[in-house]
């Protein structure tokens, strides 16, 4: 079994930065495809980032893609999401997933494991 921790979330004015971080406790995460997705208040949650076990590709939503930087550092086994010039639209609790298998996760049925998420708030 794989638990992952979420931590780095917060408050943060429009225009802003924050840095989510990700660590599974109990087993290395290597051989496991990551992925963070989010849930904002009455929607579905929805795919944001992922990135392969080898951390060699990843995916954005087009919502993020050119803000968002997905990372990981396997020898830390720790995966990041660096958020930059955030919006009020980007509130929401972020989740952190694992998923066994190669390739890029697009999808929920690709993970395996859940974190118990991080409140992101963008104030405007």
């Known amino acids: 079994q794989v638990q992952l921790v979420e931590s780095g979330g917060g408050l943060v004015q429009a225009g802003g930065s924050l840095r989510l971080s990700c660590a599974p406790s109990?087993?290395?995460?290597?051989?496991?495809?990551m992925g963070w997705f989010r849930q904002a208040p009455g929607k579905e949650r929805e795919f944001a980032a992922a990135?392969?076990?080898?951390?060699?590709?990843?995916r954005y939503a087009d919502s993020v893609k050119g803000r968002f930087t997905i990372s990981r550092d396997n020898a830390k086994n720790t995966v990041y999401l660096q958020m930059n010039s955030l919006k009020p639209e980007d509130t929401a609790v972020y989740y952190c997933?694992?998923?066994?298998?190669?390739?890029?996760?697009?999808?929920?049925?690709?993970?395996?494991?859940w974190g118990q998420g991080t409140q992101v708030t963008v104030s405007s």
């Open positions: 997933a694992a998923g066994r298998g190669y390739g890029l996760g697009l999808g929920e049925y690709d993970y395996d494991y």
């Open positions: 109990g087993r290395t995460f290597t051989t496991y495809r």
């Open positions: 990135i392969t076990l080898s951390g060699g590709r990843t």
